[in-house]
């Protein structure tokens, strides 16, 4: 696959650094990672690259998408990185029977809330015991955005789609915990992000 596929998300490289020091506080030494919504591929390679004792498993729902993860993939030159899923996270069946830690960033504010207990339940399905599920994105804190620019998001993000927007966090740690999916950590990032940490039961 030529690089020329490559996708670039310019966003991709001002928080990488900030949720690999996250990742590495819990994700175990070797295993697989699946990472759902892996979009133009870039934190794929970058975390597969840091992490080597990982074997990274990117997926996208179109695709499109998984042209530039390819690139990205030949361009990095990354032993680590298994070839792109195309899969919903929110199918019955998932094509991995196993995995030791699920990674979604920027993922449930850009879906319909029915996309986030069923991602839970395809997680719940995967992980062992111990494993480990990492959130990344913008989330509303006891009903109120944490920051005007997170209010502005929302607005943009429900005017490109009425039933895409900025989740609750307290409602996705109920949903995650129904699951048997245990809050770890919130960690306050950039931008007014938050890394969200599970571990199942």
Known sequence: MSADARLFAPATARNREFILAVLRRH??????????GSGSGEHAVFFAAELPGL?????????GALASIR????HAGVANVADPLLFDATA?????????????????????????PALLDGVARLLPPGGVLYFYGPYR???AHTAPSNEA???WLKERDPRFGVRDL????????ARGLTLAEVAEMPANNLSV?????
């Not at 940490?197 to 039961?201: D, G, I, K, S, Y």
């Open 27 to 36: 994700l175990p030494a070797a295993g697989t990672v699946l990472e759902i």
């Open 55 to 63: 074997r990274w498993q990117p997926s996208e729902t179109e695709a």
């Open 71 to 74: 690139g990205w993939i030949a």
């Open 92 to 116: 019955a069946q998932w094509p991995l029977a196993a995995a030791d830690a699920v990674v979604a960033i920027n993922v449930i504010h850009y879906s319909p809330w029915a996309t986030t």
């Open 141 to 143: 804190r006891n009903g």
């Open 153 to 155: 998001f929302d607005g």
């Open 170 to 177: 307290e409602a996705v740690v109920a949903e995650a915990a």
């Open 197 to 201: 940490v599970f571990r199942r039961a």
